[in-house]
């Protein structure tokens, strides 16, 4: 006889009405309280970018506004792209990304412009300086930027600085950079100063990031007017510093989103709090940052994880210019995805939507999430790692949730559906997402739960052999919503 009917509450549902009925009812309830089957994603496939496990984490991927059928994805460790030519249907590994000059490369972002060029942005060092509290005894580094002219296919020799330190004593730490790109996508808009139908910094490049020192933690950003061949020097953009370590109560994951206007959005977490700032004249000069979202301390423990965060994302519906920002916090015990919208450029922001629909205080934790909205159809979509499946809240699967009601609700749907435990390996800080007319692109990283298998599995299609060794792999999904499904979000 199962331990399950060995309950009081499954012995008296026994005699009431049997015990195969007993059996189905208690199974039931414990798909209720441990899980969903959430349906899979509409055309969904599952590509790998790594040959065998290795130190791959913390991925970004983006689609090109000129051309969509060009993707690229990025990930570390050192500095690695892809690059797809078909809409994500076949995958190909990039040559010379990573730069020979420094020991250690990642914390990689990536953007195109409006040239249809592809940008990857990385920070690169010797040594990392003490454990969480990185600019005391860091060695040289700083944040470079590599250029694609063929989509992500081959990438420039010449890597540039927005930002580098000699081994010195006393300097910074960069870290954490995210680039951002005026690409002018979107129907344009008449602006009252110069009258002209788009934006005026189109094809200008941003890069924030966090600078760490000695005694705070700084908000930092970098503009290129020339195709990423120069870089502005850097200026400061949060209110205040913030604490000195890799832990909470830092001023650190900054991301950026730019409006049809060319006003340019950036947010980070600092002090329990979403901040944002805005420009208006091509990133020369910031409003003064103010917090728009109270959070749970955005640093946190995951069980199996050694570390975890839920940064913020931000990002535009070009046609309606609507904000979005999405975050991760514990406000509801286990952790959840949360997103909230602005319509007013980000004056008032709406009560918290929590973005994963599993039942409230099921103990299931959901985190890693990142935020794209496609510009053709207005959907928001949000990847995150999530554990509802698992009672034991340690195995995870990956989950792409949608809002097509300019997010309001969120239609979840699974990506992944065989579940994988990390342990004993660097998980990274991040995932990444984009979309582009209906089509949505999501990358992330996995730990293999076996080496000899993983070309059998129906929804993975391998560019290489299948792993063979201990570490992380990188993972692509590609979801299809037809360019006919309506993404009204105004």
Not at 15 to 35: K, N
Not at 411 to 425: K, L, R, S
Request: aromatic share 10%; glycine share 10%.
């Amino acid at each position: 006889m199962s331990c399950v009917l060995q309950t009081p509450f499954s012995r008296q549902l026994g005699r009431r009405i049997g015990l195969l009925p007993a059996l189905a009812v208690v199974a039931g309830l414990a798909t209720l309280l441990h899980g969903q089957v959430l349906p899979k994603a509409p055309g969904a496939e599952v590509f790998s970018l790594t040959p065998t496990p290795g130190p791959f984490t913390e991925p970004a991927i983006a689609v090109n506004p000129a051309n969509s059928q060009q993707v690229v994805a990025v990930f570390q460790d050192n500095v690695h792209a892809s690059y797809s030519q078909d809409a994500g249907h076949t995958w190909h590994a990039a040559e010379g990304v990573a730069p020979e000059n420094y020991r250690v490369s990642g914390d990689v972002s990536t953007a195109y412009d409006n040239l249809g060029h592809a940008f990857v942005c990385y920070i690169a060092f010797d040594k990392l300086g003490t454990f969480n509290y990185w600019a005391h005894n860091a060695s040289r580094n700083g944040i470079f930027v590599r250029r694609s002219l063929d989509g992500g296919k081959t990438w420039e020799a010449k890597q540039v600085a927005v930002s580098e330190y000699a081994s010195d004593p006393g300097i910074p730490f960069e870290d954490k950079p995210y680039i951002v790109s005026d690409t002018a996508v979107g129907t344009p808009t008449p602006d009252t100063k110069s009258g002209s139908k788009k934006s005026r910094y189109a094809g200008n490049l941003y890069v924030g990031w966090t600078r760490w020192t000695p005694t705070g933690s700084e908000i930092l950003l970098s503009r290129s007017t020339d195709d990423g061949q120069t870089w502005s020097k850097p200026i400061e953009i949060d209110r205040h510093p913030g604490l000195p370590r890799d832990d909470n109560g830092a001023a650190e994951g900054f991301a950026g989103a730019v409006g049809p206007d060319g006003r340019l959005y950036a947010v980070w977490s600092q002090d329990n709090d979403i901040m944002l700032t805005a420009s208006r004249d091509g990133g020369k000069t910031f409003s003064r940052a103010h917090p728009i979202i109270h959070t749970a301390p955005i640093m946190f423990a995951v069980d199996t994880l050694e570390r975890a965060n839920g940064f913020p994302q931000i990002a535009i519906d070009p046609r309606s210019r609507r904000l979005y920002v999405s975050w991760t916090d514990y406000r509801s015990g286990d952790l959840d995805v949360f997103c909230s919208t602005s319509d007013d450029g980000g004056k008032r922001w709406s009560a918290p939507v929590r973005v994963n629909n599993d039942p409230l205080h099921d103990g299931a934790d959901q985190f890693f999430q990142w935020l794209a909205v496609d510009p053709i159809d207005g959907s928001a979509n949000v990847i995150f790692y999530d554990r509802r499946g698992d009672p034991k809240n340690r195995m995870q699967t990956v989950t792409l949730a949608r809002s097509t009601d300019g997010g309001r609700t969120f239609q979840n749907y699974a990506w992944t559906t065989e579940a994988f435990e990390v342990g004993e390996v660097f998980f990274g800080d991040y995932s990444g997402i984009a979309a582009s007319g209906g089509r949505v692109y999501g990358v992330w990283t996995e730990k293999p739960a076996v080496v000899a298998d993983a070309a059998n599995k129906p929804e993975t299609k391998s560019v290489a052999e299948p792993p063979k060794s201990h570490g992380t792999v990188v993972k692509v999904g590609v979801a299809d919503f037809g360019t006919a499904a309506s993404g009204n979000s105004r």
